[in-house]
């Protein structure tokens, strides 16, 4: 089995930054995605930024020049700088990443189970 497991959340007031993990283990032949998604009450789940294995990375317009997505390879370790925090980050935060457990041809999605980041005014 895959298991996907986030740290880092909490509370923390507006401008105040928090820097998310994110572990990937288990069976796992290789990782070439992984990122994060976030859901905020009543809302629908969006991409905020994900990094490929060769190092690209991606972000949603909200959180550019904010947010700073990195990894480590040897790890299967994913990391989300948030800096400038807004009342509007609010929202469970979760990690993903496409992979491939050994013997498997195509890669395959998985989810954390998310954590929950309260920006308060």
């Known amino acids: 089995q895959v298991q996907l497991v986030e740290s880092g959340g909490g509370l923390v007031q507006a401008g105040g930054s928090l820097r998310l993990s994110c572990v990937a283990s288990?069976?796992?032949?290789?990782?070439?995605?992984m990122g994060w998604y976030r859901q905020a009450p009543g809302k629908q789940r969006d991409l905020v930024a994900f990094i490929t294995s060769g190092g690209s990375s991606n972000y949603a317009d909200s959180v550019k020049g904010r947010f700073t997505i990195s990894g480590d390879n040897d790890k299967n370790t994913v990391y989300l700088q948030m800096n400038s925090l807004k009342p509007e980050d609010t929202a469970v935060y979760y990690c993903?990443?496409?992979?491939?457990?050994?013997?498997?041809?195509?890669?395959?999605?998985?989810w954390g189970k998310g954590t929950l980041i309260t920006v308060s005014a």
């Open positions: 288990g069976n796992i032949f290789s990782v070439d995605v």
């Open positions: 993903y990443a496409k992979l491939r457990m050994p013997g498997q041809q195509y890669e395959m999605f998985y």
